[in-house]
Structure formats: C-alpha cells, structure tokens
Nanobody, 121 residues
Framework: QVQLLESGGGLVQAGGSLGLSCAAS????????MGWYRQGPGKQRELVAQ???????DYAGSVEGRFTISRDSDLNTIYLQMNSLKPEDTAIYYC???????????????WGQGTQVTVSS
C-alpha cells in the first residue's frame, strides 16, 4: 500500500557531508509528518529530524545546526542534508511517515528499510 524508498547514505570521513532522500509511493490519501530516525550499533532507534506538511521542522539536539531536513510535499519526498558528520552519526537511517490511506482514516506510521551511513574518523 505504502512504500518509503530511501536513497543516499554511504561512507564518508568525519567532517564530510552526505544527503539522504525518501519518497513515499503507493495508494494513499495523504502524508502528514515525515521524518528520519537512526539506530547506531548497540543503541536504540532515535528521532533525528521530522518535518510537517507546512515545513515546520524539529531536530534532535545532537544534530541541530549540522543537519537540515526539507520536504517536497507535492512529491511526498523528504531530504536530509547532513554536514559536519561525526563518527557518532554512524547508524542505519530510517525514513518514517504518517499516512492516511483513505479520507477520514486513522494515520498509520510506515517505515523505510533503512540506509547505512558510516562516518570514519
């Protein structure tokens, strides 16, 4: 019904930059909040950044000022620009979206499969 296709990620040296993108596709009525989460080795999944349909964004304190989330609501796509990367940013990054399948239906959370970001020191 809903697929979240992530792209980007990879290996970068500390201080470098990477960009991620995530596009929602399938059969649905509307997409509300979209965001990025990450799960580092031996750690719990945590919110990195999220953005509303109106463009209001929230960031984890650890990435504020370094990461920028943006959105193209017409394309149901979000982007994450990651600058000044640190080794502790190494994680699998997951895209998430709140989606209503039909008008008036409850919102459900959908997840992408994740993309690896590795920052070497």
């Amino acid at each position: 019904q809903v697929q979240l296709l992530e792209s980007g990620g990879g290996l970068v040296q500390a201080g470098g930059s990477l960009g991620l993108s995530c596009a929602a596709s399938g059969s649905f009525h509307r997409v509300e909040v979209m965001g990025w989460y990450r799960q580092g080795p031996g750690k719990q999944r945590e919110l990195v950044a999220q953005i509303s349909t109106g463009g209001s964004a929230d960031y984890a304190g650890s990435v504020e000022g370094r990461f920028t989330i943006s959105r193209d609501s017409d394309l149901n796509t979000i982007y994450l620009q990651m600058n000044s990367l640190k080794p502790e940013d190494t994680a699998i990054y997951y895209c998430a979206a709140e989606v209503a399948l039909r008008p008036g239906a409850f919102m459900y959370n959908y997840w992408g499969q994740g993309t690896q970001v590795t920052v070497s020191s």
